[in-house]
């Protein structure tokens, strides 16, 4: 039986280094190591975890690094009204100008308009680039308050002095702790605007230092393709402009809840119709909301909600608290690498999970997830667009290197976790990293987890080299094969062992040539690395069951007879295969060849050839008599153990032994022999002689 490499198996051997590159101190390694995990626990959890993108089948279909992190592409300006902090009047032909693609449909704002009539003055509040700073403007227009002035949003509410006939704007008021707004400002305001016929709205956002008593108003934006319809129809015929809209670029780009100021310069673009760029418009507007988060100063967007994006982009579309979790151990080593001598602690409480994930362009979903425990009901949160957590992770690493060392540090944490679904997500983060730079990657991170003593860490090597091969990241077979010939660094060819189980299917003919060059260096050497030499038949099993699994048999049984190693590679790899089970009622060797009775022959071949072999015997037996005992349940596995069984006759002596075999199958927790083996035995009793 193959297992995950123990506590510390190669304490002798040192990995190489590179020149000038110093020996690291072994991270996050917990004192007492944890339990092995079989290769075929490793696959499970691979595929069970992988982020969506990373989904696999066996067979890569061509994903690209384009469509995992795009291209690097021009920054676009986004519509809108932008206003400056100063006061002053905005020209009466902008608010023409912005009057002109001003859309109305599925929108309050006639309601508004009477309640600003009323009043004479209003909160505006929403969710971010919603258009309120246009809508304002839009509602003092609607009015009659005209000129419009702009006020410092520094100023307080009580201070103004409203002009004659006219209106005011204060956009984005940020309230404070200190400075709250508070209902009896806004009752001062109105006197003063109804004494001068004016009006005035103010913009801001959802604040918990609004007082209760203020009354809002609550804007909602338009349907993003209700926007997009109007500034086109403004620019080409009403045909051009639905044939525009039922693009596939456009129906995907405006099923994704883009904000308003993204939709808007897509009219011009839509117009100008060069298909290049309508295509690139929606990953471009997704890299300039990246860039736009991590460019944010602090105080605007802070640190602890950059972490909280980093673990999201790691964790997307995973439980919710287990990302705000992990998120905060990020938090606490990136504030530990812009101010080593921050002493301040964690906040527990005061993240509104709703403002978070607002923000974060991500929605809440509760899900049934497949757990060590059975199913259980989970609430996820994921990025709207899947595509954000790849450009996330590029943007950090590649744009903002002084973080390095708190990721890689938080990646090592999260490698030695007790959760499969945390490791598993932490090397597929590692393997965006090495899409994107390849050299670092392995560096700093893979490397170090292949040469850890924590088999965690190695297997979290394993899963992330796996990941980097499924996105197309360059030169991980090659990789894959220097390790497994370095006999140097036991540690990197035992993760290449693993990895070319994991890997093969898409290469087999190439994965088993370097696991029989490996297992004959094993077999010359005086004294074989014992983890290497046990893994070896498993990576050779994970191909027999695998699509590739036609392929491989092809090839172990080419060269078979070309040398010891080569044989017991094949016998040991194909009794491992044997032995696996899974939820079907046929074990999943038989039920993989009962489509191709021509493998049957070599099947047959492999499991006489283990029968006769002294080393390889009992285990032989032990498949046999597992299959007849699925047999005795399953119809499906007696009809091909029907096939199977005379085939292994070749001589008298092999019949008699295997009808001793159908004799002494033993019960299952003491039952009685299996009927399905005295079946067999009439179908095998006549070929053997007298």
Known sequence: MSTEPAAGPHEGSSAKQGPGRPEEPERSEPAEQPQAQQAWDARRDLNAHAPRSMSFDGTNHGVTAQQ??????????????????????????????????????????????????????????????????????????????????????????????????????????????????????????????????????????????????????????????????????????????????????????????????????????????????????????????????????????????????????????????????????????????????????????????????????????ADDVETEWGKVRQLNAAFNDDRTAPVLLTEVWTGHPAARPALTGWLDELSTDGRPFVRTRAAAAVAVLALTDLPSAMALVIERWADSRNPRQQLAAVSALTFAHRIKAPNVPRIIDGWSTDSETPKRCWVAVRAHGLIGPERPVETLASLRALARAQYDLPEADELIRTELPDSVALLLLSDAGDTALRELLRTFTDHPSTRALALHGFLAACSRTDDNPCPPLLARYARTTSALGGIALLLRAALGDRETNRRAEEALHGWIRAADQDPQTEEVLATLLPALVTEPREGARLEHLLDTVPGLDGRPKPAAATRLRALVRPLIPA
């Open 68 to 365: 995992i992190i795009g291209d690097v592409h021009q920054h676009y300006s986004f519509g809108g009204y932008r206003a400056s902090h100063a006061s002053g009047e905005i020209p009466q032909e902008a608010l023409e100008r912005l009057a002109e693609g001003f859309v109305l449909e599925g929108t309050e704002f006639d309601a508004l308009v009477e309640r600003l009539r009323r009043e004479h003055v209003l909160v505006l509040t929403g969710d971010p680039h919603t258009g309120r700073r246009t809508t304002a403007l839009m509602l003092l227009r609607a009015v009659g308050a005209v000129p419009v002035q702009s006020v410092d949003r520094k100023a307080k509410p009580e201070d103004l002095v409203p002009g004659e006939r006219c209106g005011h704007v204060l956009f984005d008021l940020e309230p404070t702790r200190a400075q709250p707004l508070r209902e009896a400002q806004i009752l001062s305001v109105r006197d003063r605007l109804r004494a001068k016929h004016s009006y005035m709205v103010i913009t801001t956002g959802h604040s918990p230092y609004i007082e209760d008593t203020v009354r809002l108003a609550l804007w909602k934006p338009p349907p993003a393709r209700a926007v997009l319809a109007v500034l086109l129809n403004q620019r080409v015929d009403a045909v051009t402009a639905e044939r525009l809209l039922g693009l596939p670029a456009v129906t995907s780009l405006l099923a994704r809840n883009q904000q308003l100021r993204e939709v808007v310069p897509y009219a011009d673009i839509l117009v100008r119709a060069d298909s290049a760029e309508i295509e690139q418009y929606a990953q471009r507007i997704l890299e300039q909301q990246v860039r736009e988060w991590f460019e944010e100063s602090e105080n605007t967007f802070s640190l602890r909600e950059k972490a909280f994006l980093i673990a999201l982009a790691a964790f997307n579309n995973g439980p919710y608290a287990l990302t705000a979790e992990l998120s905060d151990k990020l938090f606490e080593r990136l504030r530990k690498t812009g101010d080593p001598d921050h002493g301040e602690r964690i906040p527990v409480f005061g993240t509104h999970i709703g403002k978070r994930l607002q923000v974060a362009r991500a929605r809440l979903e």
